[in-house]
């Protein structure tokens, strides 16, 4: 099985910056890639960021790019969000996810990886409030 924690969430305040930590651990042999993605209540989940597990690529959702960037500790089974220039807005629970790859791929992950439905594997969140 597949564990996914995250940490870094805190209060801060707008303008500031904050970097979110997701560990994996597990059965890690099958990865496509991972995801972060936020929640506030009330809320469809959004997505925020996306890296396949090889590095070769990063995405982001419109309202944090420029801003927010996703990494992947070189050969190993951590993930980081550094968000810069925090906003209000911002202010949500973010939440790690991780893709294992199919046995038949139909779709590449360059066009899929923005749908929380194929993820399979999520951790438990971690709060971000940005005050203003």
């Known amino acids: 099985q597949v564990q996914l924690v995250e940490s870094g969430g805190r209060l801060v305040q707008a303008g500031e910056s904050l970097r979110l930590s997701c560990s994996a651990s597990?059965?890690?042999?099958?990865?496509?890639?991972m995801a972060w993605f936020r929640r506030v209540p009330g809320k469809e989940r959004e997505f925020v960021a996306a890296i396949p597990w090889d590095g070769t690529n990063t995405y982001y959702a419109d309202s944090v790019k420029g801003r927010f960037a996703i990494s992947r500790n070189n050969g190993e089974s951590t993930i980081n969000l550094q968000m810069n220039n925090l906003k209000a807005e911002d202010t949500a629970t973010y939440t790690c996810a991780l893709r294992e790859r199919p046995r038949q791929i139909v779709i590449p992950y360059s066009q899929n990886y923005m749908f929380p439905s194929l993820y399979r594997n999520w951790g438990q969140g971690t709060q971000v409030t940005v005050s203003s």
């Open positions: 597990g059965n890690l042999d099958n990865v496509l890639g």
